[in-house]
T-cell receptor, first 114, second 117 residues
Framework: AQKVTQAQTEISVVEKEDVTLDCVYETRDTTYYLFWYKQPPSGELVFLIRRNSFDEQNEISGRYSWNFQKSTSSFNFTITASQVVDSAVYFCALTEGGYQKVTFGIGTKLQVIP | EAGVVQSPRYKIIEKKQPVAFWCNPISGHNTLYWYRQNLGQGPELLIRYENEEAVDDSQLPKDRFSAERLKGVDSTLKIQPAELGDSAVYLC???????????????FGEGSRLTVL
């Protein structure tokens, strides 16, 4: 069975601070896909990134960066120079290869204080 | 391009009453999902459709929940009768046809928040 753990339920940072959201996953498959989604107060989940299990390259997109480490089964998400608009709930998710069931973690609520 | 559309956004009902939620996915997305999100939790899959076929309904409480996707486009999720524990946000999502193995990104609607009194 696949499982996603987000140990941080809530994080508060002051604007312009960097913040890292942790994600640890469990799967028996060698082929799988990891995702991060953002859920702002409006409620609509928004896709941020998808990474497959064969690509361990870290990725940077503007102020966002992702660190994928298979050795520790982690897929952490860092926001650099946080802004108030980053305040949201962030979900890490996992899909096992060949099967489109997406399993979500419980989410990390990020509050960026001005 | 229009996103995933859900209605109603909010619904308050008495327990034992029926309720229905509607979803219109993004045009061209043949995969449609219904998720339930309880307060402080991540979304949990209720049912997944590939076109008209429900390919995964293992988490759908079939004694009171039903869903349909006639013509492989719009979908309706129904609860009858509703119980207090059904209070949650019901999310609809859609995705592109599968290309190779694995899952693609999901496009979510804003959700339907149900309160059962």
């Amino acid at each position: 069975a696949q499982k996603v753990t987000q140990a941080q339920t809530e994080i508060s940072v002051v604007e312009k601070e960097d913040v890292t959201l942790d994600c640890v996953y469990e799967t028996r498959d060698t082929t799988y896909y990891l995702f991060w989604y953002k859920q702002p107060p409006s409620g609509e989940l928004v896709f941020l990134i998808r990474r497959n299990s064969f690509d361990e390259q870290n990725e940077i997109s503007g102020r966002y960066s992702w660190n994928f480490q298979k050795s520790t089964s982690s897929f952490n998400f860092t926001i650099t120079a946080s802004q108030v608009v980053d305040s949201a709930v962030y979900f890490c998710a996992l899909t096992e290869g060949g099967y489109q069931k997406v399993t979500f973690g419980i989410g990390t609520k990020l509050q960026v204080i001005p | 391009e229009a996103g995933v559309v859900q209605s109603p956004r909010y619904k308050i009902i008495e327990k034992k009453q029926p309720v229905a939620f509607w979803c219109n996915p993004i045009s061209g997305h043949n995969t449609l999902y219904w998720y339930r999100q309880n307060l402080g939790q991540g979304p949990e899959l209720l049912i997944r459709y590939e076109n008209e076929e429900a390919v995964d309904d293992s988490q759908l409480p079939k004694d009171r929940f039903s869903a349909e996707r006639l013509k492989g486009v719009d979908s309706t999720l129904k609860i009858q009768p509703a119980e207090l524990g059904d209070s949650a946000v019901y999310l609809c999502a859609s995705s592109f046809p599968r290309q190779g193995a694995g899952g693609g990104e999901l496009f979510f609607g804003e959700g339907s928040r149900l309160t059962v009194l």
